[in-house]
C-alpha cells in the first residue's frame, strides 16, 4: 500500500481531464529531462490552448499565427471543416511555429496524456531543431517572422483599401502560383532579416516620393543606344540570367509592376523561403521531435510521474504516428517520414551504445562512443534529409525495415529489383532513398534564361527535364498564364533535356490576360 501511495503521490496527473497548473508541471518535469539528459537548446516556448475551430483556421492560414487575407485559405478551412465535422478526418495534436518565441498550439481537446506528449514533442522537439539546423539558421529570421507576418497582413490589407480588393487579390493570386518558383536555394552571405524588410519598405517608399518627376516620361527610351543587335550572352548578363528565383525576377525586373505589387511579390516569396528549410528536412524534423518525445514520455513513466493507463495512452498515439504499411498494403502511400527519421535516431542510439562489427566498418567515427545524444545533436544541427540519410542509413535498419530497390524501366515488361541485402545493395538502397528526399528531385528545375527588355519583351524560361518527366499541359498553360499577367507580355516555356538540351517541347506564347502594372 505504501509503495502504491508513493507512485501515486508522484503523478504529474491521474485522469484525462488538463487544467493549467497541470499543464505547467508537466512543461516543467519535460524540461529537467530535456536540458539535463538531452542537452537540448530551445527558444523561450509559448503555449497556447487553442480549439478545433481555431486549428481548422490555422490549417488553413498555411500554420502561421498571422496571415494576410486570402479567398484559397477560406476554402480550404470549408473543405477541411466539412471532413473534420463528418469524421473522415482528424486534426493534428498541434502546430508549432518556427519563431522565438516557439509558438505551439495544442488542442483543448486533448487529454492531458497527449497534452503532455505534444508538449515534449513541439515545445521540445521541434523547438530545439528549428532553433539549431544549419539550414534553419541560414534561411529563416526566427525572431523577426512574428512582426513581418503583423506588416504583411497590415500592408495587403492597406493595399485593399487603396487599390481594390480585386486588384490585391490578382496579384496575390499571381504570387501564389508562383510561390515554389520563389526561393533562392543557395546561400546568401548573411542571415534574412525580416525586421530590416520592414523598414526598407518604408524607404523605399519615401525615396520614389522624393525622386518622382513627371518629366521622366518624356525622356527617350534608351532602345536606340543599346541597338538591336545587342548579343544575347551580354544581355543575360547585365539581367544576370539565368534566374531560378522567379518571383525575384518579376520584383526586379517586372516593367510593368508598381511599387506596392513589387511589395507584394516581396512579401510572398519571403513566406516561401520561410517555409524552404521544412521541406527539406520532414523526416529529420519529425525523426528529431518524435525520439525527444518518446525518450521523455519513457523517462517520466520511469521516475513514477506518468501512471500505466497514461503510458499505454502515449504508445497507442506513437505506435500510430510511426506505423508503416508493407510496401503491398492498400495503404502504402510511400515511407512514413515520422518512421523513418524516428527508426534512424533509434538506430543512431544503438550503433553508440550496443554497435555491431558491422556498424563498426560503416559508422567509425561514432559507433560504440557512448554519447547517443551528442551525436543526434551534430546530426540535428548539420544535415538536411537527404544528407542525413547518405551519412546515418545502416544495414541494420536496412534489413530490419526490409528496403529494396527496384528499377523500372518503362521500355521493359518487368520490374527488376536491383539492389538486395549486401554490401553493394546495402549502398545502392541508402544512394536510391536519399535521392527521393532530395528536392531538386521532386520540384521542377524552371529559370528564366532571356529576355530582350528593349524589343518585344517575351520572358523565355527552361524546363530542365530530368529522367524524361514533363510538366503536366494544363497546369502549366494556367501558371504561364499568371506569369504573365505580372510580367505585362507574352511568355514562353520550353522543356530542355538536362543532359543533351534538346528541347523535348514549347509551350507557345502565352500573351497576359489582364494587366497589374
Not at 529531462?33 to 486549428?55: C, H, T
Not at 545502416?394 to 520490374?415: A, G, K, V
Request: hydrophobic fraction near 35%.
Amino acid at each position: 500500500r505504501n509503495a502504491m501511495t508513493s507512485r501515486t503521490d508522484s503523478l504529474l496527473f491521474d485522469g484525462a481531464d488538463w487544467d493549467y497548473d497541470k499543464i505547467k508541471r508537466a512543461y516543467d518535469a519535460i524540461e529537467e529531462i530535456a536540458f539535463k539528459e538531452l542537452g537540448l537548446d530551445i527558444y523561450p516556448n509559448q503555449i497556447e490552448v487553442i480549439s478545433a475551430e481555431q486549428m481548422l483556421d490555422a490549417y488553413s492560414s498555411i500554420g502561421l499565427p498571422l496571415m494576410y487575407k486570402h479567398w484559397s485559405f477560406g476554402k480550404h478551412f470549408a473543405r477541411d471543416e466539412v471532413l473534420y465535422r463528418k469524421g473522415l478526418r482528424g486534426l493534428a495534436y498541434e502546430i508549432v511555429i518556427n519563431s522565438s518565441p516557439c509558438i505551439s498550439y495544442i488542442m483543448e481537446e486533448n487529454t492531458m496524456t497527449m497534452q503532455t506528449l505534444v508538449i515534449a514533442h513541439a515545445a521540445f522537439g521541434h523547438n530545439h531543431f528549428f532553433k539549431n539546423n544549419t539550414l534553419f539558421k541560414q534561411w529563416t529570421d526566427a525572431e523577426g517572422i512574428l512582426d513581418y507576418l503583423e506588416f504583411a497582413k497590415s500592408y495587403i490589407s492597406h493595399c485593399e483599401e487603396k487599390h481594390g480588393q480585386a486588384a490585391v487579390e490578382r496579384v496575390v493570386d499571381a504570387a501564389h502560383a508562383l510561390m515554389s518558383h520563389g526561393v533562392h536555394r543557395y546561400p546568401r552571405k548573411r542571415p534574412l532579416n525580416l525586421r530590416e524588410e520592414q523598414k526598407r519598405e518604408t524607404d523605399r517608399r519615401t525615396y520614389e516620393e522624393q525622386m518622382y518627376n513627371d518629366l521622366w516620361r518624356t525622356v527617350p527610351r534608351p532602345a536606340d543606344v543599346i541597338g538591336a543587335g545587342k548579343e544575347v550572352i551580354d544581355r543575360r548578363r547585365l539581367l544576370a540570367l539565368p534566374e531560378e528565383n522567379i518571383l525575384y525576377f518579376l520584383e526586379k525586373k517586372g516593367p510593368r509592376l508598381q511599387s506596392w505589387q513589387r511589395e507584394i511579390l516581396r512579401i510572398v516569396r519571403h513566406l516561401s523561403q520561410y517555409f524552404y528549410p521544412q521541406k527539406q528536412t520532414k523526416v529529420m524534423n519529425e525523426g528529431c521531435a518524435t525520439t525527444t518525445h518518446y525518450h521523455i514520455m519513457n523517462r517520466l513513466y520511469e521516475k513514477n510521474m506518468l501512471s500505466d493507463g497514461a503510458m499505454l495512452e502515449f504508445l497507442h498515439s506513437h505506435t500510430s504516428v510511426v506505423f508503416q504499411p508493407g510496401f503491398d498494403d492498400p495503404r502504402y502511400a510511400g515511407l512514413n517520414p515520422y518512421t523513418l527519421g524516428f527508426e534512424m535516431m533509434q538506430d543512431i542510439r544503438r550503433v553508440c551504445t550496443e554497435p555491431t562489427a558491422e556498424d563498426r566498418d560503416w559508422f567509425p567515427l561514432f559507433a560504440g562512443c557512448g554519447d547517443p545524444w551528442g551525436v543526434l545533436r551534430e546530426a540535428w544541427a548539420n544535415y538536411r534529409d537527404e544528407s542525413f540519410i547518405l551519412q546515418y542509413l545502416s544495414p541494420t535498419l536496412i534489413r530490419r525495415m526490409r528496403l529494396f530497390h527496384i528499377h523500372d524501366d518503362p521500355e521493359q515488361p518487368h520490374l527488376e529489383v536491383s539492389a538486395i541485402h549486401n554490401e553493394q545493395g546495402y549502398q545502392t538502397v541508402r544512394k536510391s532513398l536519399a535521392r527521393q528526399h532530395d528536392l531538386a528531385h521532386h520540384e521542377p528545375d524552371i529559370q528564366i534564361v532571356d529576355v530582350d527588355l528593349f524589343g518585344d519583351r517575351k520572358l523565355i524560361l527552361h524546363h530542365r527535364v530530368h529522367n524524361g518527366i514533363l510538366l503536366e499541359e494544363k497546369e502549366t498553360r494556367s501558371v504561364l498564364r499568371h506569369l504573365a499577367n505580372l510580367w505585362g507580355y507574352d511568355v514562353k516555356l520550353y522543356e530542355v533535356d538536362a543532359t543533351s538540351d534538346k528541347v523535348l517541347k514549347e509551350f507557345g506564347d502565352v500573351s497576359p490576360t489582364v494587366h497589374l502594372g
